[in-house]
């Protein structure tokens, strides 16, 4: 069956970056886009952009410049890094499979930035 | 900016409850792109409804999904205590970008 696996969780200071990974399993890797969608403490669920399985990548307004997706097809593993941290960005980070509707979903990484 | 839903609805166990979402013509109205969510706390999202109205194998039938306009909906009929959650709806942009609602808290009485 599919699994999607991510890194454990950070604690990044204030103007650093961080890079989770989603390690995906139980299909053919290359036949779907990944989309990565964070939640805030307390908050609802936000659209962070995503990722075709050619590579082609689509970033939401709020995260250009800062965010970049990645494919590993080797190891079958999807990767966000954003930079420029600040404390808003402390949230819970998910993978989800394909670009529209989203069928399997990742454990969630946290991602805490304090200085 | 977000889709609409309302913060929080109940129901008793056996009774039906709606769950709307509403956008405008970018979005909801423009697409059959349209998917719902629940997410128990602490839990991630696992999807409910697709395409408006698909259901995945594997989800209740008591779970189902319309759309009228600008505003999609999402009933679950057969309430059970299981069912509370956080619901979130999702669609598919004219900027093709993916947009979330706000989240509705499902308490069962």
């Known amino acids: 069956q599919v699994h999607l696996v991510q890194s454990g969780a950070e604690v990044k200071k204030p103007g650093a970056s961080v890079k989770v990974s989603c390690k995906a399993s139980?299909?053919?890797?290359?036949?779907?886009?990944f989309t990565w969608v964070r939640q805030g403490p307390g908050q609802g669920l936000e659209w962070m952009g995503w990722?075709?399985?050619?590579?082609?990548?689509n970033y939401a307004q709020e995260f250009q410049g800062r965010v970049t997706m990645t494919l590993d097809t080797s190891t079958s593993t999807v990767y966000m890094e954003l930079e420029n941290l600040t404390s808003d960005d402390t949230a819970i980070y998910y993978c989800?499979?394909?670009?529209?509707?989203?069928?399997?979903w990742g454990q969630g990484t946290l991602v805490s930035v304090s200085s | 900016s977000a889709l609409t839903q309302p913060a929080s609805v109940s129901g008793s166990p056996g009774q039906s409850i709606t769950i709307s979402c509403t956008g405008t013509s970018s979005d909801v109205g423009g697409y059959h792109y349209v998917s719902w969510y629940q997410q128990p706390p602490g839990k991630a999202p696992k999807r409910m409804i697709y395409?408006?109205?698909k259901r995945p194998s594997g989800v209740s039938n008591r779970f189902s999904g319309s759309k009228s306009g600008n505003t999609a909906s999402l009933t679950i009929s057969g309430l059970q205590a299981e069912d509370e959650a956080e619901y979130y709806c999702c669609s598919y942009t004219s900027r093709t970008t993916l947009v979330f609602g706000g989240g509705t808290k499902l308490t069962v009485l």
């Open positions: 989800a499979r394909d670009l529209v509707d989203f069928d399997y």
């Open positions: 395409d408006v109205n």
């Open positions: 139980g299909y053919n890797f290359s036949t779907y886009g």
């Open positions: 990722i075709a399985k050619s590579g082609n990548t």
